[in-house]
């Protein structure tokens, strides 16, 4: 199984801040289709995941261009640039090239 | 919009059986692919099953080969889980996606005696 190994583990950060979580993949995450299927998703307190980036780089519906994915191959990093209120909560980075699917450990981003 | 609807959750012993659904609305059903997520107590996410649009490729995890089946109907644009031989470790919410790019609210699935 691919294993996508994620940090840090947490973060605190103050409104407006900037920050970036990394994702590394023990395995390529290029499909034989020539496409990335890296995604980043955030879980609000108690609610559902959210998917903000898919494939890399691309913003997911709604999403404010404050994210912004990165990366390529084995290595991928998201950035958040002015940190607000709404954006705390764990995020997750998964893969989706390589079955079985595989999600990192998670980045639990808090209030300085 | 996008909905997601899961049901069917609850309280179950182990080696009993759960089926869960997945009511889907806000587009066309049988052009996705769907998975199954979970997700237990305190603990990161955990794919758990897939199925192509067509329903004809089904794909899952090792610890739930052989228990646990997805299905769907594209008719009723609906997605199942079938999850027999339950175990304690199989206690989780579970998610239903849409090809992991949304999600629906979850289902909380506990089994214990």
């Known amino acids: 199984d691919v294993v996508m190994t994620q940090t840090p583990p947490s973060l605190s950060v103050a409104i407006g801040q900037s920050v970036s979580i990394s994702c590394k993949s023990s395995q390529s995450l290029v499909h034989s289709d020539g496409k990335t299927y890296l995604n980043w998703l955030l879980q609000n307190p108690g609610q559902s995941p959210k998917r903000l980036i898919y494939?890399?780089?691309n913003l997911g519906s709604g999403v404010p261009d404050r994210f912004s994915g990165t990366g390529s191959e084995k290595d991928f990093t998201l950035k958040i640039s002015r940190v607000e209120a709404e954006d705390l909560g764990v995020y997750h980075c998964v893969q989706a090239t390589h079955v079985p699917y595989t999600f990192g450990a998670g980045t639990k981003l808090e209030l300085k | 919009e996008v909905q997601l609807v899961e049901s069917g959750g609850g309280l179950v012993q182990p080696g009993r059986s759960l089926k869960l659904s997945c009511a889907a609305s806000?587009?066309?059903?049988?052009?996705?692919?769907m998975a199954w997520v979970r997700q237990a107590p305190t603990k990161g996410l955990e794919w758990v099953a897939s199925?192509?649009?067509?329903?004809?490729?089904?794909y899952y995890r090792d610890s739930v080969k052989g228990r646990f089946t997805i299905s769907r109907d594209n008719a009723k644009s609906t997605l199942y889980l079938q999850m027999d031989s339950l175990r304690s470790e199989d206690t989780a919410t579970y998610y239903c996606t849409r090809a992991l790019g949304y999600w629906g609210q979850g289902v909380m699935v506990t089994v214990s005696s």
């Open positions: 199925i192509t649009n067509s329903g004809g490729s089904t």
């Open positions: 806000g587009f066309t059903f049988s052009n996705y692919y």
């Open positions: 494939q890399v780089s």
